[in-house]
């Protein structure tokens, strides 16, 4: 059974940081793009970050550059988030994703999704 586990949130202050990190387990995505997608109450979900299977390549929601980095470690089959600057419009539910080919901050075609992990920035 495939799937993406994301750990890392909590509670934290505005201006603070926090890492998220997603493990696969079931099969190897070494190859796919990875993403971050995230969901605030009341609001559709929306992109925050990608990565190639290489990490040669990046996007970023413009809400989140230079706050956020998306990395990855291949040999952990992990993507990871770190968040930077935390403001309170970043508190959401925060889902990774994997797609078979990157795309940058195109954000259909995620066929592999997480359960999602609380963020939540107080003032």
């Known amino acids: 059974q495939v799937q993406l586990v994301e750990s890392g949130g909590g509670l934290v202050q505005a201006g603070g940081s926090l890492r998220l990190s997603c493990a696969a387990s079931?099969?190897?995505?070494?190859?796919?793009?990875r993403g971050w997608f995230r969901q605030a109450p009341g609001k559709e979900r929306e992109f925050v970050a990608a990565i190639s299977w290489s990490g040669g390549s990046t996007a970023y929601a413009d809400s989140v550059k230079g706050r956020f980095t998306i990395s990855r470690d291949n040999a952990k089959n992990t993507v990871y988030l770190q968040m930077n600057s935390l403001k309170p419009e970043d508190t959401a539910v925060y889902y990774c994703?994997?797609?078979?080919?990157?795309?940058?901050?195109?954000?259909?075609?995620?066929?592999?999704w997480g359960q999602g992990t609380q963020v939540t920035v107080s003032s």
């Open positions: 994703a994997a797609r078979p080919t990157y795309t940058g901050s195109y954000p259909v075609g995620w066929d592999y």
């Open positions: 079931g099969r190897t995505f070494s190859k796919h793009a």
